[in-house]
């Protein structure tokens, strides 16, 4: 089952990771319960479980493919570890009951590593996989009768449990690096928008430096044309000061413009325009509500 | 008679003011000029002259004061060039022109900060002109 998604949003990852986990997981498990079918009916059983439960999490997945909700996902995800675990353990009961040897815990090593690699967005979901991976074997290997833990390799279950350990370990390092590249894609992003908007500053400063001229110019003319108006004169200079440093502060972007690329408004129209194309991306870069 | 300053600016209002402006306050005749055609156009006049001052942006895909400056530079005036300008201090080429002992000021400027400098320029003929704003 193929869906596409060109939505790069949390919800759209998790999904598409739940996707292909229970396509996985159901090929596994039908494979396996066609092989032993007519060998260990008990571990066929326990892979046709395995083998339902994956199934009817690609028909939640199927059904929640226009809305793609995360909590859908997220609970189809930990379904699909949970069902693959206890396929597992159900396998190793039949296995003990037969006393014959057998390789302990490996669908959950295999499980945890590809959890750890995997690394599902939600960090909850990965974490709470990885404890119900860890805790389940042990918890298993405890209930068995010591006659049956001697069937194990001497390793186990610290094997399991170190392996699992190690996932755990890849796991937190991969949600640092995922963060930490999160973070440097946000300042890139932040970088550019300080960029625009004192490009969009500069451009309205370029705007109004020639009208400020000619206030100011009007205003020395008055007062060489008629000395008797200085005392208006100079109220106007008062008032005008704190434009005209507005203005200066306005150009506080100009050491980051790159004048080969400058393009800035020429006319009140231009930068409007200006102004709403950095609204609508702001409006765009706003978090979608999950 | 050749005027003693020459303006390069796109704003008439402006060109008109800082005219008089210069005018009355230094009693010496002033030309201006609203883009580079016209003072390229005018080229024995401007050259004659002593003060040029250079408005950068002179229009959408205009020559710029920057363009006018080269010219200058190209053609050996010999007298004072003044950039006024609203954003364009940080602009490498009006830096260059700056170490190169042009003087930049910045939109707007006080009427008075100008006629000070050009007094100085013409009475004295100061080349240390005080003013990079």
């Known amino acids: 089952m193929k869906f596409k998604s060109d939505s790069s949003t949390a919800a759209d990852q998790m999904w598409q990771m739940s996707c292909l986990q229970s396509e996985i997981s159901f090929a596994c498990a039908v494979v396996l319960t066609l092989f032993f079918k007519n060998k260990v009916s008990g571990i066929a059983a326990s892979f046709l479980m395995m083998a339902v439960v994956n199934g009817t999490s690609l028909f939640f997945l199927f059904h929640n493919r226009i809305n793609k909700k995360i909590e859908v996902s997220c609970f189809v995800y930990i379904a699909n570890v949970v069902a693959v675990g206890f396929g597992v353990l159900i396998n190793h009961h039949f296995w003990l009951k037969m006393g014959t040897p057998f390789e302990a815990f490996f669908g959950f090593k295999i499980v945890a590593i590809i959890i750890a690699l995997q690394a599902p967005v939600v960090t909850w979901v990965g974490w709470s996989s990885l404890i119900f991976l860890f805790v389940a074997p042990l918890t298993q290997y405890f209930i068995w009768s010591p006659e049956q833990q001697g069937l194990l390799g001497i390793q186990e279950p610290g094997f399991t449990a170190v392996v699992i350990l190690s996932c755990g370990f890849i796991y937190f390092q991969r949600l640092k690096i995922l963060e930490m590249v999160k973070k440097q894609a946000q300042l890139k992003a932040s970088e550019v928008e300080i960029r625009r908007f004192a490009h969009l500053l500069l451009g309205a400063q370029h705007l109004i430096n020639s009208p400020l001229q000619v206030i100011e110019s009007g205003i020395d003319l008055i007062r060489i044309k008629h000395p008797d108006t200085e005392p208006i004169v100079k109220k106007i200079e008062a008032s005008f000061e704190p434009i005209r440093h507005v203005s200066r502060l306005l150009s506080f972007g100009r050491q980051h413009l790159n004048w080969d690329e400058v393009n800035l408004a020429l006319t009140v129209e231009d930068l409007e325009k200006e102004i709403q194309k950095i609204s609508s991306s702001v409006e765009q870069a706003r978090p979608p509500q999950l | ?133």
């Open chain 2, 1 to 133: 008679m050749s005027p003693t300053v020459v303006f390069l600016e796109d704003n008439q209002d402006l060109r008109d003011l800082l005219q008089s402006i210069i005018e009355s306050s230094l009693q010496v005749s002033c030309a201006a000029y609203e883009s580079v055609k016209n003072l390229i156009a005018n080229e024995a006049t401007v050259l004659q002259s002593r003060i040029v001052i250079l408005d950068i942006e002179l229009g959408f895909k205009q020559p710029t004061g920057i363009d006018a400056y080269q010219w200058l530079i190209e053609k050996k005036f010999n007298g004072h060039i003044f950039f006024l300008t609203g954003h364009g201090y940080s602009n490498p080429l009006v830096q260059a022109a700056s170490k190169a002992g042009v003087t930049i000021w910045e939109k707007p400027i006080s009427s008075a900060q100008i006629v000070s400098n050009f007094k100085s320029i013409l009475e004295y003929g100061a080349q240390d002109i005080v003013g990079a704003v």
